[in-house]
């Protein structure tokens, strides 16, 4: 399948800064990718969708100034997660959809763990 | 509002056996599946998919039915191995939703050896 690559894995920060995530799809493009939050036992919920050279839809409750999608080219989408807090600790994972083929199927990236202190 | 549904938390299989998932949705615009495996603080990972038009589709030791008129879906696992263990998500997407999965809750698969 497709590989879908995220970086860093994990970061810790202090609170009140800035964390950016790196999304990349490796051998193939993605015009749309999409950015996921998971708590601990919990199932995947959609944050947004980035669209390359537009700008990105928030899925509702989801704030876009918090939260800040750059999807600058057709391998890269990058989230920064703005003046962090506790409470945004979790895991992020970013995923894409070759557009070339199976157009629904979506190939996610291996997460990145985020712990704000 | 939960679209799709995995009701079971946790599932227990012995090796060889087969691994039965299910999972349960509400739309019936939906008119893409996808089961999808997860490791803990690991991306989820593709596994087999299936289109409304379809009721079966197989790959490998992986099989999913679709039952549209009861809107259920399945995968099976055949033989389950202990390499199997993990989280299954059942997701769903609606045709002209810009490609949105929705995911079910998860199943936690442990097969024993």
């Known amino acids: 399948g497709a590989v879908v690559s995220q970086h860093p894995s994990r970061v810790i920060c202090k609170s009140g800064t800035s964390v950016k995530i790196e999304c990349r799809s490796l051998d193939f493009q993605a015009t749309t990718m999409f950015w996921y939050r998971q708590f601990p036992k919990q199932s995947l919920m959609l944050m947004a969708t980035s669209n390359e050279g537009s700008k990105a839809t928030y899925e509702q409750g989801v704030e876009k100034d918090k939260f800040l999608i750059n999807h600058a080219s057709l391998t890269l989408s990058t989230l920064t997660v703005t003046s962090a807090h506790p409470e945004d600790s979790s895991f992020y994972i970013c995923s894409a959809r070759d557009q070339a083929i199976r157009q629904e199927t979506q190939y996610f990236g291996p997460g990145t763990r985020l712990l704000v202190l | 509002d939960q679209q799709v549904k995995q009701n079971s938390p946790s599932l227990s299989v012995q090796e060889g056996r087969i691994s039965i998932l299910n999972c349960d949705y509400t739309n019936s615009m939906f008119d893409y599946f996808l089961w999808y495996k997860k490791y803990p603080a690991e991306g989820p990972t593709f596994l087999i998919s299936?289109?409304?038009?379809?009721d079966k589709n197989e790959d490998g030791r992986f099989t999913v039915f679709l039952n549209k008129s009861a809107k259920h879906l399945s995968l099976h696992i055949v033989p389950s191995q202990p390499g199997d263990s993990a989280v299954y998500f059942c997701a769903a997407i609606r045709a002209g939703n810009t490609g949105k999965l929705i995911f079910g809750q998860g199943t936690t698969l442990q097969v024993k050896p």
């Open positions: 299936i289109s409304s038009i379809k």
